[in-house]
């Protein structure tokens, strides 16, 4: 229970870290006990009498170092051996190291003289060891607090009963001190790799909880094997004693921190900042999207792009057998769908991090079936239906397999299935509420024509030989009433309109084919392909009454007899939501006679022909400025 809360606690970020000694143990540096063994040692060169050694070896850590000061005259032997145990290559960096990738510490404070917690960290931490230090931290890493110095600042380091009983003086006044009294009022506390021989530390922090009783965030204490005493006194100070090494401690921490990070950080239980370093120091990247103050993770990645993920889950024995069927091509479906009754347990991870995600939460689960990815090239036979480039997914199973590829948005699907005698194909297709362009449509309708009519089509995959696809069975599809081959005409014509108008249509929609639609495109197609669409008119065209003035063409009425009429009013044309531009309908009597009958003015052919003409404003301008005059009307009165 201990260790689960304490865990909770760092993974929200609300722990600060007391290192000590024991963790520098792993690196081959000498704790407590083992350097006041060595500095005794050479206080013993200096004894001269039994009594004297006798009397050293039972001093502490504080008393033999201030011995060997008063014995050698100066700090500088002392400094020499500080420096040769303290300043040496460690053996082992392992345990600094994973320490050194969890940023959930943001406070770490230690009284060791060696700099491993910050060599490990590297430019992941501040270093703090002096008032000065302060004003040029980085707030955004962890800071480490060296609060007896280190051997980088010898004229810092506290190890005398001299330097303890100073140091205990100043420390109503130092900065660093009072950092640390702020932060274990304000957190929990860990202490890990702690001995019972820093008694100056454990003065300090019983001094300061005294002054904060009322504010108990926890104190954990990580240490191995300590004795039936030194366990009832930790606990009696109100510690929660964890019996575990550091190795462990960091063995089963950070598992924990990786299976929950996503999910703390989504629920901004661990701040943003903390989780992106957290992945950065851990080698990884991460996406994260962000909308109205949430947070979601998109994907962790590998350094160099690359993502893996890894999803476990457990099903019931009848559905695990379908899924297994549905795996080996056994069932002719792309995905396998799991209903939430069905997902007993799972769990997801992407690059070793565990996603928020139970069974609980889940409302299905669907396995997809990955296909092969390749380039499809398709030509005709007669050369006019050419695709290349097309991105292509091939689909296994069983008794053969699918072919998925869309021609612009149109999606199809060619199924190959194994037969007696020989192998069945079947075309399927589904094309888009809209194409985005007329050429879009053709391309697209114009293939489906070539598939069922039994023009052979030629699949080039990955660029390898070519094999045909021929249907032995033509067949006539329909749009709607449409024939394909009427569809693609109509098509056609819209292309032409498109390049003499100089227009776009960037909607095309089949379902807006009408009878009306195709009968005017074509209309206008012949016209503008023609010059004019010609018809039978036996009939004539009454004129208003206050037209007078006449005239044929521009030679004159008795060269050309054919009579020339212009509408002023425009006519609007408008195709797939596409207006074309304005166009006046202009009309040529076939050898046109005026004729008057009391005040009715008409017009009639006597050859019994009229031809229909559209002109562009340009056009019709340019008519208008002309040196012979065009009977010109807003509309015609009626036949008779």
Known sequence: MGITLLIEKIRKEEVALFVGSGLSLYGGYKGAKELKELICRRVETYCETETEISAAREKNLEEITELLIRYSGSREVLNKILIQEYKKKPLATHLHDRLGRIPHFDHIFTTNYDTMLE???ERRCHVIGCTDHFPIQNLRFPKVYKLHGDVNNLDEIIITKRDYAKSSGEQKGHIVWNRFKDVIATKAILFLGHSFEDSNIWEVYSDVE??????????????PNLNKHQQNYVQSIGFVYINMTGEAFFDHLLPQLIEHAIGDCEAQELSLSTFKRFLDFNDKNVIIKTDDQKIR????????????SEVNFTLPASVHDQLMKFSQGGIRVKSFKVAQEDILSF??????????????KMETLEVLQVPDEMVLDIESE??????????????????????????HNAGFVLSFKTAKKGINVTFKFDLP??????????????????LFSGKRLDFYLDKQSPFPIENSKPLRIKFDVWESNQVVQHLEQLRFLEKKLKIKFSKIALEQMTPKTVEEVNFLHRIFSDGYVEQDFSKAIILPAELRKYTTSDDGPDKHPDKNLVIEVPKIYTFYDQPLPELFPKFEVIDGEFVRHGSIFAIKSNAGKIRHKLLLTSEYLQLQQGKNELVSVEKFVKES
């Open 347 to 360: 769990s997801m991870h992407m690059s070793g991090f565990k996603l928020p995600l139970d069974a609980s």
């Open 119 to 121: 060599d490990s960290m």
């Open 297 to 308: 993770v998109e994907a962790i990645l590998e350094l160099d792009g690359s993502f893996h």
């Open 382 to 407: 007669d050369g006019l239906i050419e695709h290349n480039k097309l991105n292509l997914k091939r689909y296994y199973y069983q008794d053969g397999a699918n072919l998925e590829f869309n021609i």
């Open 210 to 223: 005294k002054q904060f009783k009322e504010h108990h965030f926890g104190k954990y204490m990580v240490c």
């Open 433 to 450: 509420a809209h194409f985005h362009s007329v050429k879009e449509a053709i391309d697209v309708l114009k293939f489906i024509t070539y």
